[in-house]
């Protein structure tokens, strides 16, 4: 129940092009829905991130677009560009009393943009 | 002026040895966390600190110490190192209940 589901495992984009990241997950407790991006060698950044109660958030060219009902959510880079090219993590997050919030990772996406 | 660093960025060592990574946050946030990352590159939550006190402990051997000094600080001492626990570990800071965390970039350890 504490899972999440990402997909593809890998994808391949053309510059200019839109690239999808798909995630779903099952426990509804689940209150906020990060994204990371990772370049070899490096943490993960956080990208951007939604509230469940929220269906759609943009910034800049990434936008997530979260269906509560079918809890799925999903990543979209608009105009992929070659520096877009990392592995992206979906996560969910579970709060413990204020105290301290648990992520549970998606199994990430590797993106290659080709020139 | 780096948010969270973890020292040191790799360690190579023998199997059975006894090592320490060190972890410090300039955040002010009052949790910190350490995930492990596997060869797969799947990331999994390993110990949550709020305040010092110990929150989340994800059924991590007890080889695997976590100890914080004050709320800044998080460092993960580690005994008798197995060829399994070969991972890349990363420190995280968040100031709950804002769920936004922060990591670290990371210690490539590795056991031989």
């Known amino acids: 129940q504490q899972q999440v589901k990402q997909s593809p495992q890998s994808l391949i984009v053309q510059k200019g092009g839109i690239s999808i990241i798909n995630c779903a997950y099952e426990?509804?407790?689940?209150?906020?829905f990060p994204w990371y991006q990772q370049f070899p060698g490096k943490g993960p950044a956080l990208l951007i991130a939604?509230?469940?109660?929220?269906s759609e958030k943009k910034e800049g060219r990434f936008t997530i677009s979260f269906n509560k009902s079918a809890k799925q959510f999903s990543l979209h880079i608009m105009d992929s560009q070659p520096g877009d090219s990392a592995t992206y993590f979906c996560a969910a997050s579970i709060g413990y009393g204020g105290a301290t919030n648990k992520l549970i990772f998606g199994t990430g996406t590797l993106l290659a943009v080709q020139p | 002026d780096t948010a969270v660093s973890q020292t040191p960025k790799y360690l190579v060592t023998q199997m059975g040895n006894d090592k320490s990574i060190k972890c410090e946050q300039n955040?002010?946030?009052?949790?910190m966390y350490w995930y492990k990352q596997d060869s797969k590159k799947f990331l999994k939550i390993m110990f949550s600190?709020?305040?010092?006190?110990?929150?989340i402990n994800e059924t991590v051997p007890n080889r695997f110490s976590p100890k914080s000094p004050d709320k800044a600080h998080l460092n993960l001492h580690i005994n008798s190192l197995e060829l399994g626990d070969s991972a890349v570990y990363f420190c995280a800071s968040s100031h709950p209940p804002a769920p936004e965390a922060f990591f670290g970039q990371g210690t490539r350890l590795t056991v031989v």
């Open positions: 600190y709020n305040n010092k006190e110990l929150i």
């Open positions: 426990n509804t407790a689940f209150d906020y």
């Open positions: 955040l002010g946030h009052d949790t």
């Open positions: 939604i509230r469940p109660d929220v």
